[in-house]
């Protein structure tokens, strides 16, 4: 060993500059990172999981849901569009512009009558500056926005990219790696239906024709019908849902937190770092968990 000394730093050198790289960068890029306050509504981002839901990941974890589902939305690029939100008092100037910014309008077609209106999608940032600056010189309020584009974003998979800051909240992460079953990132927006989870988690292919899912019957408790059938028990378009021997079927608490973890997935916001276009609030998925359990326990 005549170069014991060159190995031993040559070896230092390796694990001091990996620890640079991949401990101590990222730690600077996102170790200090909170959520994102809105400070007009007081909203916090990512919105922090009710218990249940905070159970229930657990039970995704504990299932491997992870090895059929991601929770990773990728964006290929962004484009911008221009959405007029208010058309002013000068109607008759604006009547006349609107046809030479879009092809929908001809001098004599009648402004719309809702807005926001969108009036352009797709093009670039200046040409959405430009339309924006000659409809505000005609006393319209108008705006341009930035629209994410990309696969999984046409697919309604979540409104813009996944950044780290939406991982905040969650110990471990489960991003998943492959994708068998769809991405589950903004699955609470995408179907805020609790009672449709539990019916597809039960027998999948009860609602999802030719589904491959498995089905977690275990999440489920199975119990003799004597007399009238519990109100507990799993109901589909108001039919009662039995298994293979007839017998109804009735959530478990396990089934019930799995539930509202799903719900509790949305990517639904912009921020930042991932700027995007807000989608149309859907009636709080969670308020619908409590209020059908409740329903169902009177
Ligand atoms: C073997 C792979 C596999 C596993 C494991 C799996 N899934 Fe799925 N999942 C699928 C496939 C395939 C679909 C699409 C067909 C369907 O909707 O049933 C799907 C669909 C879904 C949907 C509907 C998504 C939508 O956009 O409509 C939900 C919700 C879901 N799975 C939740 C779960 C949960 C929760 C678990 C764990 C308890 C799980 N999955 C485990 C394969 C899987």
């Known amino acids: 060993m005549n170069n014991g000394l060159l190995l031993f730093f040559g070896i230092l050198v390796a694990m001091v500059s990996s620890w640079f790289g991949f401990v101590h960068s990222p730690q600077l890029q996102f170790g200090k990172q909170l959520p994102e306050l809105d400070e007009s509504t007081g909203a916090s981002f990512p919105v922090p999981r009710s218990g249940a839901a905070n159970r229930g990941r657990d039970i995704y974890r504990q299932n491997g849901c992870a090895s059929c589902h991601t929770q990773q939305v990728r964006q290929s690029g962004f484009s911008f569009s221009v959405v007029i939100e208010d058309f002013g008092t000068n109607t008759v100037q604006l009547s006349q512009l609107l046809p030479s910014l879009s092809s929908q309008f001809t001098p004599s077609s009648p402004l719309p009558e809702e ?19 000659s409809l505000t010189e005609v006393g319209a309020v108008a705006m341009a926005l930035i629209s994410p584009s990309g696969a999984d974003i046409e697919r309604g998979w979540g409104i813009r990219r996944t950044v780290g800051r939406d991982y905040l909240l969650d110990s471990p992460v489960m991003l998943g790696n492959q994708r068998i079953g769809p991405d589950l990132s903004n699955l609470g927006n995408r179907n805020p239906d609790a009672n ?32 009238a059938a519990s109100a507990d028990a799993l109901r589909f378009n108001g039919e009662l849902v039995v298994d293979d021997e007839g017998r109804q079927v009735i959530p478990r608490t396990a089934a019930l937190d799995l539930v509202a973890y799903l719900l509790s997935l949305r990517l639904d916001e912009p921020i930042f770092e991932a700027p995007g276009e807000k989608s149309a609030t859907v009636e709080s998925a969670e308020e619908t968990l409590v209020s059908e359990q409740s329903g169902a326990t009177e």
Request: aromatic share 12%.
């Open 115 to 133: 807005t926001p209106f969108r009036l352009k999608e797709g093009i670039d940032l200046r040409t959405a500056e430009g339309i924006v600056k």
């Open 196 to 227: 449709w989870h539990l019916v597809h988690l039960f027998q999948p292919r009860s609602v999802v024709q030719d589904s491959v899912m498995p089905h977690y019957g275990y999440l489920f408790e199975k119990r003799e019908i004597t007399g």
